[in-house]
């Protein structure tokens, strides 16, 4: 099942995609409740009836604008350094732990939404990345039982000013520009994407591939991550872990490959879905 958090007819709502369109769960139970987030929360208290086929179309997915799956998540959390080709192309050194760093969630844009390049900046790199969204409370999570914390999966492009992320060795700063979080297009439940290991993600810029590599390549698995994270933080419905990037970044090429107004990035994940996005200037306030 495919869910998608949308704007249609000026108003935000979130809804299920069926092979007619979107079915509008905003316009039956919005009043209770209002997004995905809360959604999942329901959901994990058996609050929601279980959706069945046959659901009504209510839009044309040409009809909505997107919006991220999940809007306001509580958490975002990051992973660097968790493909090999990656790790090595940085030259860092193996890990014994995940490389984490947190990614504000007013920084998040849809499927379709520009990314927004700031003036203060033209390193603007891509990173296509595993997006999971998680389903269930839980804190210290065994291994064993971390699969069942899984809601969903999407697709997400970390765009990263590298400029500001090398300012120092915390990365912070180049990952939380406005604008620069695609997600999208929608989140898809385990049991519709099946097993990660051989299905491939690749980023492409203006058509041409710039990373590709299969799932199975992560170096710390979505089960070692949810293990990890929740020892020192509790993870809720609604939070988001991004899984790491392939190698074939921008910055590590010769001469570097930035992103610029005009181009057009993609990142495609087998059984999960396709992100597109824009790249535009941002534009002052005022």
Do not use: W
Not at 44 to 52: D, I, N, S, Y
Not at 228 to 255: E, Q
């Amino acid at each position: 099942m495919r869910f998608v958090s949308f704007e249609a007819e000026g108003k935000a709502s979130y809804g299920i995609v069926t092979g007619k369109g979107i079915h509008d769960l905003g316009a039956r139970i919005g009043s209770v409740v209002p997004d995905l987030k809360s959604y999942l929360k329901a959901a994990e208290l058996g609050l929601v009836p279980a959706a069945t086929a046959g659901l009504a179309a209510d839009y044309a997915v040409g009809d909505i604008a997107y919006l991220p799956p999940v809007t306001e998540p509580g958490k975002v959390i990051c992973v660097g350094l968790n493909y090999e080709g990656h790790r090595l192309e940085t030259g860092r050194p193996k890990q014994t732990y995940p490389t984490l760093f947190a990614r504000f969630a007013d920084t998040l844009i849809g499927h379709n939404v520009a990314i927004r390049r700031p003036p203060v900046s033209e390193a603007l790199d891509y990173e296509g990345e595993l997006a999971v969204v998680i389903g269930r409370s839980g804190f210290r999570i065994p291994k064993e039982e971390a699969a069942s914390f899984v809601a969903g999966y999407s697709c997400f492009n970390d765009a990263s000013l590298r400029d500001f992320q090398n300012h120092t060795h915390q990365f912070m700063p180049g990952k939380n520009f406005p604008g620069t979080g695609a997600f999208g297009p929608d989140m898809v439940t385990p049991d519709e994407v099946g097993p990660l290991g051989d299905l491939k993600i690749e980023t492409r810029l203006n058509g041409v591939v710039v990373q590709q590599a299969k799932l199975e390549e992560l170096l710390f698995s979505i089960e070692e991550l949810i293990t990890y994270i929740s020892i020192f933080t509790p993870l809720a419905p609604g939070d988001v872990l991004v899984t790491g990037t392939p190698g074939g970044v921008g910055f590590k090429r010769t001469p570097p490959l930035y992103m610029k107004p005009g181009d057009v990035v993609e990142v495609e994940i087998d059984k999960v879905g396709q992100l597109r996005n824009e790249i535009a200037e941002e534009q002052p306030k005022g």
